[in-house]
């Protein structure tokens, strides 16, 4: 019997955790908890048997208000060691890559972050995940006994809510100060967007010859009621855009029915944010621009005037 945890400071990323381990539980004779922390932790157990959870441990305990990657991958460890669980899947999140590797020291465990997709070869679990800078999509199999493997968001599919049910067991934790201590929270600069919701994607890149270009881009994105994306130039060095807009490896992963790509190249550090979109349209000036191996539909020519364009005859849709 194989026992997996699975933990996400993002409900939404445990969700797609849990309908991942909903269908490969029979293969692997598995049984399938999660872990909630936090303020309101039990109120969400509920939710949690609706993915797919066999088994819930909740702890409100108040260590556990704010977020410490030490104390919460302690609290972690606490829950997979007494209850002997091998594999624990946590989301990809900022705090999920730091809390997987904090916790498979402690569980002298074998590490993967970062996993965009995992697959069942017998009873092994093979790993893939973009290596080299994105050049190389690698595939591991952690041969330790112990395995804990962080997964980015969207990887996994989420499955229909259905009327689960299990036993949500409160836990008692021995958790020590932490090593760090919040003085002060500021909400965070820049806007909030949801882009790995979003239905329909217009990407923005290095095309644009500068800010005040942006109407530009935002008048197709409102007639197709998109959300704006963009690469990472945009978002890092230019600053144009908030970082919440950078798509691709270091950004976003999205997965629209529709995504524009408009003035960019096609590196495989952005294409990796849009791979798995359903229709992909691109245009780009330069016919041997990377981006149109990968497109359902492209266009060759200068955004500024195929946009305003696209825009007007849309808008007559
Ligand atoms: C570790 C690592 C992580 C990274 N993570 C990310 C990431 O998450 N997301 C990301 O985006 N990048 C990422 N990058 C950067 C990435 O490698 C590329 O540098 C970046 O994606 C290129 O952006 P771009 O396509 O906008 O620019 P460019 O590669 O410069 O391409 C611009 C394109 O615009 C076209 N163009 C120019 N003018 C026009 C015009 N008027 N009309 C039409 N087309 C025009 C050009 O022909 C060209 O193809 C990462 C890099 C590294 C090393």
Same mark, same amino acid.
């Given at each position: ?165 299990? @036993?949500?067991? =409160? #836990?008692? +934790?021995?958790? $020590?100060?932490? *090593? ?6 500021? /909400?965070?600069? &820049? ?51 908030? @970082?919440?807009? =950078? #798509?691709? +490896?270091?950004? $976003?992963?999205? *997965? ?6 408009? /003035?960019?190249? &096609? ?51």
């Amino acid at each position: 019997m194989t026992n997996i945890l699975i933990y996400c400071d993002i409900d939404e990323g445990a969700f797609e955790l849990l309908s991942w381990g909903k269908k490969v539980k029979d293969s692997l004779h598995a049984t399938i908890s999660a872990v909630l922390l936090g303020k309101g932790a039990k109120g969400k157990a509920a939710d949690y048997f609706a993915y797919g959870a066999d088994k819930i441990y909740w702890s409100e305990q108040a260590a556990l208000t704010d977020f410490y990657a030490d104390v919460y991958a302690d609290a972690l460890f606490q829950i997979a060691n007494t209850n002997d669980h091998d594999i624990v899947l946590i989301g990809s999140t900022r705090r999920g890559k730091e809390l997987a590797a904090r916790l498979a020291q402690k569980m002298q465990a074998g590490c993967i972050t970062d996993a965009g997709g995992i697959e069942l070869k017998g009873q092994d679990l093979v790993v893939h995940r973009y290596t080299l800078g994105g050049n190389t999509l690698s595939s591991e199999v952690l041969k330790t006994a112990k395995k804990v493997i962080s997964v980015l968001p969207k990887s996994f599919e989420k499955s229909v809510k259905t009327a689960g049910q299990g @036993e949500a067991l =409160e #836990v008692s +934790l021995t958790l $020590k100060e932490p *090593k760090t201590k919040i003085v002060e929270k500021k /909400g965070k600069a &820049g806007d909030a967007v949801s882009l790995e919701d979003a239905q329909t994607l217009v990407c923005i890149g290095r095309g644009l010859n500068k800010k005040e270009d942006l109407p530009l881009v935002e008048t197709l994105a409102k007639t197709l009621n998109a959300e704006i994306g963009c690469t990472r130039p945009l978002s890092h060095e230019w600053q144009w855009l908030s @970082e919440q807009r =950078e #798509v691709g +490896l270091s950004g $976003k992963k999205c *997965k629209p029915r529709l995504c524009v790509e408009l /003035g960019i190249s &096609g590196q495989i550090q952005h294409t990796v944010g849009i791979r798995d979109s359903k229709v992909i349209v691109a245009v780009n000036k330069d016919k041997t621009a990377p981006i149109f191996e990968m497109v359902d539909y492209g266009i060759v020519g200068d955004i500024y005037e195929v946009v305003p364009k696209l825009s007007e005859k849309l808008k007559t849709v």
